[in-house]
């Protein structure tokens, strides 16, 4: 049973953002700091990848563990209520990834996966950062 009305739970869901999250915004900062250069959600790509080197032909994907079901992370996790809802959508955003993610590698792009969990504390996101920025340089 849900402890908050379906008014307000329909607002905290209204609320979850689809671009500029936290962790996305973390590792932009990053990268930027660095000195490297990039686009934001390129539309006219598979799936919008929230970090895009044209150049390079890389896109960076930063996915939350919970919607984009991140296995092994305890974010993750199915929700224990509503399983007839929450299954098949996070099934279905899981599908989805892996469709538009084999796309853009068949357009000829490198795609790096990044995950919320890696993104926690200002070590991890240097060490991403650090990971994203080798690739950038490293065009194989």
């Not at 500029?20 to 932009?28: F, G, Q």
């Not at 959600?41 to 080197?53: E, I, K, M, N």
Request: contains cysteine.
């Amino acid at each position: 049973m849900d402890r908050i009305t379906p008014d307000q739970r329909s607002r905290n869901m209204a609320r979850i953002r689809g671009r500029d999250t936290k962790p996305e915004v973390a590792l932009r900062s990053a990268l930027h700091g660095m000195g490297l250069r990039f686009r934001v959600c390129r539309r006219d790509l598979p799936g919008s990848p929230d970090v895009v080197f044209p150049r390079q032909r890389l896109a960076v994907q930063v996915r939350g563990c919970f919607w984009h079901q991140h296995a092994g992370c305890p974010a993750g996790r199915l929700p224990a209520s509503r399983l007839e809802y929450w299954r098949p959508k996070l099934e279905g955003n899981v599908r989805r990834d892996g469709e538009r993610d084999a796309a853009l590698v068949a357009l000829g792009w490198r795609l790096i996966v990044v995950w919320e969990c890696e993104l926690k504390g200002a070590t991890a996101v240097a060490q991403v950062a650090a990971r994203v920025a080798d690739a950038v340089e490293h065009k194989d």
